[in-house]
């Protein structure tokens, strides 16, 4: 069965009437469904399924053991996303694998397939929460208090979902068999649109990270308070909006975003007591994320200052620059026939690896450019050759 045949199965999985696309997040029923189909369709092709102490999902070919050939991505989505960001990387893994062994091939070290938790902090804000938990990248004691919108904590929502959440943290055991981590994943702007080509691998992930600025003032009538009586939260949540724009445009590449802002209790004749955003921030470079979340920080406590709000400023993830492991880049881009280096400003759980293990990732040809919304997009014939592109990476790396 392809990767298409098996991304047409979970179609009609947490899909988002409201939003349009999908809404999979961590521990929710869509993704236990997305878990159970994965266990299923894993032993179906005689992979051995495991949960890790983390909550992330392993099909392994052979005995767990070091040295072995991982690749994989998430089955969480953003909310409202495409069908392709996280499900890809998977399929193709599953395809991948299937293949390989319906050639005949005979691996002299372990594979396997990994399915990583709560890639995209869909739900509790911190993206890569399980490769982060499984590196140590994350404090177990804090990713458990980590909050979903609906005050449930990752340790709750963990529970339920049939996890121990006490097990939570660095786990030396699983992340010592990744011999070398493969992500497969689709491309997320135009760079292979630009360059004509299916299939590229990875060069580089800018550093980013996401802020939370929260904005406290008076709440109050609509009506009956006067303009220059008003303490409201919202006019210096806009002009955060307004600086992240402006100052971000005049760094090169940078990217500052504002996609979620909350306003409490939000109502149409309420004046806001409380206004709750989440900045995310991209620079290339080592130290021009950071001073551009200073500056935009800056312009914030100004605005709010002049309205007599309070805000409150908390770093939520951050990480560095991280380049992919250059031997397994090229010798990946040789063979495949010298396909294109990309850089991405997406992060991937690829790229949290990377700090312990040879990491690489391919991307497949977005044809719309657009991700993180419905319509996102990989033709079949592109997704075949992301495939076989995979599965030649792994046969290389495994014999
Ligand atoms: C995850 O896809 C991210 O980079 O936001
Ligand atoms: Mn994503
Ligand atoms: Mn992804
Ligand atoms: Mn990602």
């Known amino acids: 069965m392809t990767a298409s045949a098996l991304l047409a199965q979970i179609e009609g999985v947490g899909r988002d009437a409201a939003r349009g696309g999908y ?9 236990a469904e997305l878990r159970e189909w994965f266990t299923d369709r ?37 909310p409202g996303g495409g069908a392709f960001d996280g499900p890809l990387g998977v399929v193709s893994a599953l395809d991948a694998l299937a293949s390989l062994k319906a050639g005949g091939f005979t691996p002299a070290r372990p594979l396997a397939v990994v399915v990583f938790a709560e890639e995209e902090g869909g739900r509790f804000g911190v993206p890569c929460l399980g490769s982060r938990l499984l590196t140590g990248a994350i404090d177990p004691d804090r990713a458990r208090r980590l909050t979903d919108p609906d005050g449930v904590t990752f340790a709750d929502a963990a529970r339920r979902a049939g996890h121990d959440p006490e097990r939570f943290g660095p786990d030396p055991e699983t992340l010592g068999n990744i011999g070398h981590f493969i992500e497969l ?52 949540a806009a002009a955060t909006v307004a600086a992240a724009r402006r100052l971000a445009s005049g760094m090169p590449d940078a990217r500052a975003t504002v996609g979620r802002l909350v306003p409490n209790p939000g109502g149409t004749n309420v004046i806001a007591s409380t206004v709750d955003l989440w900045l995310d921030a991209r620079v290339p470079g080592e130290a021009l994320t950071p001073a551009l979340v200073a500056d935009i ?26 380049t992919f492991d250059s031997g397994l880049r090229d010798r990946m881009s040789g063979l495949l026939g010298g396909v294109p280096a990309l850089p991405t400003g997406a992060g991937h759980d690829a790229a949290i690896l990377a700090a312990h293990v040879p990491a690489g990732m391919l991307y497949v040809r977005n044809p719309t450019g657009i991700s993180h919304a419905p319509e996102e997009f990989a033709e079949p014939s592109d997704v075949d050759e992301g495939g076989r592109a995979l599965a030649a990476v792994l046969r290389d790396l495994a014999r």
């Open 23 to 31: 809404s999979r997040h961590v521990f929710d029923s869509a993704e």
């Open 42 to 78: 894993a032993a179906r092709r005689g992979l051995d399924v495991q949960t890790d102490r983390n909550g992330n999902l392993w099909a392994w070919w052979g005995t767990p053991g070091p040295d072995a050939v991982v690749t994989g991505s998430h089955l969480d989505s953003v």
């Open 185 to 236: 994943h689709v491309e997320q702007g135009r760079g292979l649109i630009d360059q004509n080509s299916a299939v590229a691998v990875g060069s580089t992930v800018i550093a980013h990270g996401r802020w939370r600025f929260s904005f406290r003032g008076q709440g109050n009538h609509a009506g009956a308070t006067r303009i220059g009586d008003r303490s409201d939260p919202m006019l210096p």
């Open 297 to 322: 920080t800056g312009a914030a406590r100004e605005a709010a200052a002049e309205e007599g709000c309070e805000l409150t400023v908390t770093e939520e993830s951050y990480s560095g620059t991280v």
